[in-house]
Nanobody
């Protein structure tokens, strides 16, 4: 059974930091690129960050570049996103996504991040 389970969300003050984790199971994690998406209330889902299967390539949305860092540990089947200098506009449900070169794709259930004073 394929599962992507996000954790680490919560309430943080502007300027603060959070690290989200996504634990994968049920598929060959090391062969999938991993992505973090987010969706704010009333907004479209936005691709935030991507990391290649081996971790050598990362890509970020302009809105988070320089503040967010995506990483992965293939031995632990886990992908992370370190989020620094958080802003209220970063408030959203954050989703973990796994995508294979041949098109297979899996989603997590999401974790809420709220940036507010």
């Amino acid at each position: 059974q394929v599962q992507l389970v996000e954790s680490g969300g919560g309430l943080v003050q502007p300027g603060g930091s959070l690290t989200l984790s996504c634990l994968a199971s049920g598929f060959r994690f090391s062969t999938y690129a991993m992505r973090w998406y987010r969706q704010g209330s009333g907004k479209e889902r936005e691709l935030v960050a991507t990391i290649s299967s081996a971790g050598g390539t990362t890509v970020y949305a302009d809105s988070v570049k320089g503040r967010f860092t995506i990483s992965r540990d293939n031995a632990k089947n886990t992908v992370y996103v370190q989020m620094n200098s958080l802003k209220p506009e970063d408030t959203a449900v954050y989703y973990c996504n796994a995508v294979h070169f041949y098109g297979t794709e899996y989603w997590g259930q999401g974790t809420q991040v709220t940036v507010s004073s």
